[in-house]
C-alpha cells in the first residue's frame, strides 16, 4: 500500500496504485469446500466502486448518465452505506461533473475522501460532506487518479485523439502545485503508481515520470519507454499492473460494450498479455491470450506476486488464461485456461488462501466466482444477476465478505 492512503484494507480503486488488487496479508476468505457463497443485492444509478474507511465503513461512488446523450452535464455521488444491508446511511449532494466516465475514489492518509469525476476534483470528509472542489483544466473526463506516497494527487484527462495532460493536486488546498503537464501522446487507461513514480499507458506506448521535489514537478524518465503498438494493427492498453519487477498489462483495449464484452472486440487481432521491465525498457514480451480475433479487454490484468502467477483474459472471446512467470519475470509457462469464461471485470487477489476472485457472464447475468489460482480449480460461485457485464471496481469487506459493482447493481458476498 502506497503511504498516501489511508490505513484501511481498501482504500481505493484496486486496493492501491500499483492495481495489484490484492487484499491485505491477514484478510482472506479461507473459503473450505464445504463452504458457500451467498449475496445481497441492491439496485444503483452507476456504481463504480466501494471503498473502506475505519472498522465497518463502506462508501459506494455511483454518478449520472442520461443527461449525457442529450448533451447535459453529469455528477456524481458518493455514499456511506450500511455494510451488510447495503442501505444508505449518508450521502453526498450531487457533485459537478460534467463529462461522464467512470470516475475514481480514494480515502487519503489524512482521512478525507477524494473524488474525481468529469473535470472535477472533491474533497469530502467521512460523512460524505463536501469540504473542497475544483474544476479541472480541460473539458473532458478525468479517469480517477493516483495518491503517491508524498501525498499528492495526479490525474488525466481521458482522451485516444489529444495529448493526455497529468495535473498534480495539493491535496490540503486542492489546488494545482504546478503547471499541467503535457504527455507525448493521448492515453485511455487510468494511471498507475509506485511511490512517487507515475506510470501512464498512451495509446501507443507505455512510459513513466518521477516526481522532483526540488523542482515540485514531475519530469518524464526519457530513458524508460516502450511502444507496444509497433508496426501491429493492435489497439491502445488499458490500465497497467506494476509488480515491482515489471509492468503488466493487455492491448486492443477499444471496443463496443454497451450491456456485456461478449463480441465487442474492434480490432481483427488477437489481444495480448504485455510485459515491460521496470529496470529496462527495452526488456519486453508480448503474449496472445486466446489467439482468436477480435481479441478485446477493457481493464488490467492480475498478478500474485507470491506465486509468481498472471491471469490474463479476453474478454471479448469470454477466455481466460493463467502463466507461471519465469525467474526475473521473464518467460511465461502456460499453468491453465478457461474457455468460455465471461470475465471482463477488475480482480480481487485472496494471497494467504491462493484464491482470486472475478466475474463470469453468462446466460444473461452476472456470476462471482472463486477460483484456485495455480490450477484454475473452481471454488465457489454464486449468481449476483442483473443484466449487465461487471467491468468496474469490486472490493474486500470487513468480515469474510466482498462488493461487486456492475453498473446497476451492487452485491455484497459473503461466505455462509
Keep these: 500500500m502506497s503511504a498516501g492512503y ?17 487484499a491485505t496479508p491477514g484478510w482472506d476468505w479461507k473459503l473450505q469446500p464445504h463452504e458457500r457463497l451467498h449475496c445481497h443485492t441492491r439496485n444503483t444509478t452507476l456504481s463504480t466502486m466501494t471503498v473502506l474507511g475505519d472498522p465497518g465503513q463502506v462508501y459506494l461512488l455511483t454518478h449520472s448518465a442520461l443527461r449525457a446523450h442529450i448533451g447535459l452535464a453529469t455528477t456524481a455521488c458518493v455514499e456511506r452505506i450500511d455494510p451488510h444491508s447495503l442501505r444508505t446511511l449518508e450521502r453526498s449532494p450531487r457533485l459537478p461533473g460534467g463529462p461522464m466516465w467512470p470516475g475514481g475514489m480514494a480515502i487519503h492518509r489524512n482521512g478525507d475522501i477524494y473524488v474525481v469525476y468529469g473535470r472535477f476534483a472533491h474533497r469530502l470528509d467521512r460523512h460524505c460532506q463536501p469540504k473542497q472542489s475544483m474544476q479541472l483544466p480541460i473539458d473532458q473526463p478525468y479517469n480517477s487518479f493516483v495518491v503517491l506516497d508524498n501525498g499528492l494527487i495526479v490525474t488525466k484527462n481521458l482522451s485516444d485523439t489529444v495529448a493526455a495532460q497529468l495535473v498534480v493536486l495539493d491535496p490540503e488546498r486542492l489546488q494545482t502545485v504546478s503547471a499541467p503537464l503535457n504527455c507525448p501522446e493521448p492515453s485511455i487507461a487510468r494511471l498507475s503508481a509506485v511511490g512517487n513514480t507515475v506510470y501512464v499507458v498512451g495509446v501507443r506506448s507505455i512510459f513513466r515520470y518521477h516526481w522532483d521535489e526540488a523542482a515540485q514537478a514531475l519530469r518524464m524518465d526519457s530513458d524508460w519507454r516502450w511502444d507496444y503498438v509497433g508496426a501491429t494493427g493492435q489497439s491502445y492498453g488499458w490500465d497497467v499492473v506494476i509488480d515491482g519487477h515489471n509492468a503488466w498489462f493487455m492491448d486492443n483495449g477499444r471496443h463496443r460494450y454497451r450491456i456485456n464484452m461478449h463480441g465487442a472486440g474492434v480490432s481483427p487481432t488477437p489481444n495480448r498479455l504485455l510485459r515491460v521491465s521496470l529496470h529496462n525498457s527495452q526488456d519486453h514480451s508480448t503474449i496472445p491470450i486466446s489467439g482468436q480475433a477480435g481479441g478485446s479487454i477493457t481493464n488490467p ?24 512467470i519465469g525467474s526475473a519475470g521473464q518467460g511465461l509457462a502456460p499453468l491453465w485456461e478457461k474457455p468460455h469464461f465471461g470475465v471482463a471485470s477488475h480482480m480481487v487477489l485472496l494471497p494467504t488462501s491462493g484464491q482470486v476472485v472475478l466475474n463470469d457472464y453468462r446466460r444473461w447475468g452476472e456470476e462471482v466466482v472463486v477460483l484456485d489460482i495455480a490450477s484454475g480449480a473452481e471454488c465457489a460461485r454464486v449468481r449476483v444477476g442483473g443484466i449487465t457485464q461487471g467491468v468496474v471496481f469490486p472490493s474486500v469487506g470487513w468480515e469474510r465478505d466482498m462488493y461487486w459493482c456492475s453498473m446497476g447493481r451492487l452485491s455484497r458476498v459473503f461466505v455462509a
Design 6 to 22: 489511508y490505513g484501511s484494507p481498501w482504500p481505493a480503486e484496486d486496493g492501491g496504485p500499483a492495481r495489484l488488487q490484492t
Design 301 to 324: 490484468p492480475l498478478v500474485d506476486v507470491q506465486r509468481q502467477i498472471v491471469l490474463g483474459y479476453d474478454a471479448a472471446n469470454r477466455f481466460l488464461r493463467a502463466w507461471r
